[in-house]
DNA sequence: TTGACCAACTTGTATATACAAGTTAAAATA
DNA sequence: TATTTTAACTTGTATATACAAGTTGGTCAA
């Protein structure tokens, strides 16, 4: 019998590496769907450490649907293979390819420093003094121009953006390089009439209506940095979503 | 100065309570947004429980999408209002309608047990041999039939189902009569070619598409037991959600 | 054999303590 | 005055303990 023997890397928190090293077994298939996970205390010894530390990451797992906890049972493995595409939450364009393994392509056609004018003011919350990026780039999928992403950033936070940095990844660059914590965003969906800006730079392949996303971003601190809609073709558009019944 | 004092009803939890009685200060408009909440100190005081307890709540809150806590500073409101539509989550129409304060009533089209044909067991996870209930419901709103709602529900689990429930609340009876627990959802979103059903039995407007909400319902002990299908016409569908970023 | 009970497990809640780490504003210092 | 330091706050992490509550499987008695 094979002994998996994980080993902690301790940079950072006991807990958020134990949850880690749990959802890397799960993904690699040591633990499967329907298998029961060690118990708490069986946890805690393995990993050297208190209950209420492996509780913590098991909640953490909890949360994000990769197990069911149940009382007097044990945690349970749900089947996560359902929910690989992309999941609720905060996830960039460049991870989500990354993670479909498609042959994707960015194109920018827009560039600037701009002062926000109403429909701006409508969404970002900024002053007429303030200035504001705007990027406009198209996403190609598998050689079709299917997605339009229109991003609104405050200048105040990002003072440089380059066509390289938009080609790649804004949030690589703003997470990495300009060390901005992003936090949390709330995102808003629904259904618009196509207009003459998806026309130009989208294939929209003869659809009347296009799948509009609306993120509002926010840094760690609750101030409201960015403002991105994200108009998707509809035959290619497609939201997974985990969600916990609260009563 | 008028001090808010309440007073919490025992039969939840704790750390339950105090997470329901801050949100209702929250609605209520007695914590405002960018307000900062008491200290985890304070409140444990205030409430005569321990840091820990508190601290359970606050996350939970968190979470919801309704305060950041920010380290070293306290925990601040967040602008609650933008989020009291469809959040993301468990909610059933009957519990959306009533917050929408919207006219609706319920149309039950079919109510029948079948044997699973093969749609059916693609989603729910069925055998040839077992029952399933099949209730097919349109919903209007303001006079107008804009959702085609279709349920099948596995029999092993509900045994009875009639009219009048469906006409209610298929949840509320599941919850409240059959004690059943309901726990997580997946929900799956995407666009499809309108069909003849859908035409049947909606005002569809002369759209050609409609936007497809299936979701997998699951029991506490993580059993499968219901799968819906929620058709709602493009125009009037729309969809929030919160989401916090994870490293 | 059948059922009741119990012991040993599981997870859930609540508490107390200690220290780490980030923030803020007053006090001390140059 | 301007800057640095410090003290007092804040939230975050980790640990230990106790008991409640749900599950399971074996033991024992009818």
Redesign the interface.
């Known amino acids: 019998m094979i002994q998996y023997k994980s080993v902690i890397v301790m940079k950072e928190n006991k807990f958020l590496a134990i949850y880690n090293d749990l959802l890397l077994q799960i993904r690699k298939g040591i633990f499967q769907p329907n298998d029961k996970l060690p118990s708490e205390h069986e946890l805690s010894q393995q990993y050297e450490t208190s209950r209420e530390t492996i509780r913590k990451a098991l909640n ?1 797992l909890s ?3 990769y197990i ?1 906890k ?1 009382k007097g ?1 044990g945690s ?1 493995v ?1 089947d996560v293979g ?2 690989d595409f992309p999941v ?3 996830v960039s364009f460049k991870e989500l390819a990354q993670k479909m393994k498609k042959r994707v392509r960015t194109i920018v056609h827009e560039l600037q420093v701009v002062k926000p004018d109403d429909y701006i003011r409508k969404y970002l919350d900024v002053t007429a003094k303030d200035e504001v990026w705007k990027v406009v780039r198209s996403r190609e999928i598998e050689g079709e121009k299917i997605i339009l992403d229109k991003d609104f950033l405050h200048r105040k936070f990002v003072p440089l953006l380059t066509h390289e940095i938009c080609e790649n990844s804004i949030y690589e660059y703003l997470e990495n390089e300009l060390k901005l914590k ?10 618009d009439k196509i207009t003459d800006e998806d026309r130009k730079y989208l294939d929209v392949d003869g ?1 009347e ?1 296009i ?1 509009v996303v609306q993120n509002y971003v ?1 840094l ?3 101030s409201l940095f960015q403002f991105t809609e994200s108009r998707h073709r ?2 290619k ?10 009563h």
């Open positions: 953490l949360e994000h649907g069911q149940i049972k349970i749900l359902k929910y609720s939450g905060l992003i936090s949390f965003a709330k995102k808003e969906m629904f259904v659809y209506h799948v926010y760690e601190d609750a509809l035959d558009f497609r939201f997974v979503d985990f969600a916990r019944r609260t």
